[in-house]
């Protein structure tokens, strides 16, 4: 019996499931960190501190990470009232991951400076809460830190990116578009803001939002992976095909973006070019297992079945409760004449709650 071949429609995407991949990255460009907090009106630095000041600015500077660490100790021993190193010392402390020293130290100086504003010590103790996987906590500081200056997009950015997080799509297109008002040519918020649109079933907002990314940073390899997903769904494969390219075109080595141009071309029937963008996924990361299911559900589409199953083998020991793999050796294996081992793959799948695997059990299968 000929089975249905079913592409399923994920965040990730997968057929006798192909699978396409969505990523929402990070802006990991650095806010001031160094030399933030300006000398109170009153306070003079003796100038042993300020040497010592002075040498740990230049040790960080060349990533020296230990030797600024001792010197920003040293000018806060000399004196104990010198905030720029207490917040230079901070974020040493997050260079070296010791994300508590960090938060003990921008606090200090929160608590301390009369003469300047705090959402920047704010915005860095969410950044060292989030790294520690406090994202409650961090959500709070940046709260703090748009209350106190609500003019800084990173704030209202890093926010909505646990918003994302959380699944609140609504709150983080908010702060996003916040982030966007702020500075026009943010290209991570028009990027992220458009996954969250995606995610809301706005397509054609999340196609503008991603073309904006592109625009304000024509070089951003991610944005085109997503921008060519969103196209994707919408139907238009050849167009998706395109944006795919431009990703690996910025990103040569874009595993998922192989992928996701090789589901693309799936749809369109060129199976042939679709093994390869498969494969050339699986050279770039031998442990994908979606790439294998893929390249296993093409050769499927060109009557390879048992070079299928070797691939839904690959995958499915990758992934032992990839479901959808389970239910694409099933389908192969009845072409083979296996119903038994069909049978015994679809029953694993629906188990793994792969859908439409019960069907198959249901149809074919004696009970």
Not at 303 to 328: H, R
Not at 330 to 358: F, H, V, Y
């Amino acid at each position: 019996m000929n089975q249905i071949l079913f592409l399923c429609a994920f965040l990730l995407v997968a057929p006798l499931c192909l699978l396409s991949q969505e990523t929402a990255e990070e802006d990991t460009s650095k806010t001031d960190t160094l030399a933030f907090v300006a000398r109170t009106d009153t306070l003079i630095i003796p100038v042993e501190a300020e040497e010592a000041y002075n040498t740990g600015t230049q040790a960080f500077s060349k990533k020296k990470y230990q030797t600024a660490l001792q010197q920003f100790n040293k000018a806060i021993e000399i004196e104990s009232r010198f905030l720029k190193a207490w917040f230079n010392r901070a974020a040493v402390k997050s260079e070296l991951k010791d994300y508590n020293g960090a938060i003990a130290d921008y606090t200090h100086v929160i608590e301390n400076d009369t003469v300047n504003k705090p959402d920047n010590s704010y915005f860095l103790r969410g950044q060292a809460r989030y790294a520690m996987g406090k994202k409650e906590e961090a959500a709070k500081d940046y709260t703090l830190a748009i209350e106190t200056n609500g003019k800084n997009a990173k704030y209202w950015y890093n926010r909505g990116g646990i918003k994302f997080e959380k699944e609140d799509y609504e709150g983080a297109k908010s702060d996003f578009g916040k982030a966007i008002m702020i500075d026009s040519e943010y290209a991570y918020a028009y990027n992220d803001r458009g996954s969250a649109k995606r995610l809301l079933g706005d397509i054609d907002g999340a196609i503008s939002d991603y073309n904006q990314a592109v625009l304000s940073n024509p070089k951003l390899a991610f944005a085109y992976n997503n921008l060519g997903s969103a196209k994707k769904k919408k139907g238009d494969f050849k167009g998706a095909v395109q944006e795919y390219s431009s990703a690996i075109r910025f990103k040569s080595n874009y595993y998922i973006a192989y992928n996701n141009r090789g589901s693309a071309k799936f749809e369109l029937g060129d199976y042939d070019e679709a093994i390869k963008d498969f494969t050339k996924a699986i050279e770039l990361n031998s442990k994908y297992a979606y790439a294998y299911n893929n390249r296993g559900t093409a050769k499927y589409k060109l009557k390879q079945y048992k070079e299928s199953i070797t691939d839904y083998n690959k995958a499915i020991q990758l992934n032992p409760k990839y479901g959808f793999a389970y239910m694409n050796r099933g389908t192969s294996k009845e072409m083979t004449r296996d119903q038994n081992g069909a049978c015994k793959d679809w029953e694993k799948a629906a188990s793994l709650g792969a859908k439409n695997a019960r069907t198959f059990t249901d149809s074919s299968c004696e009970k």
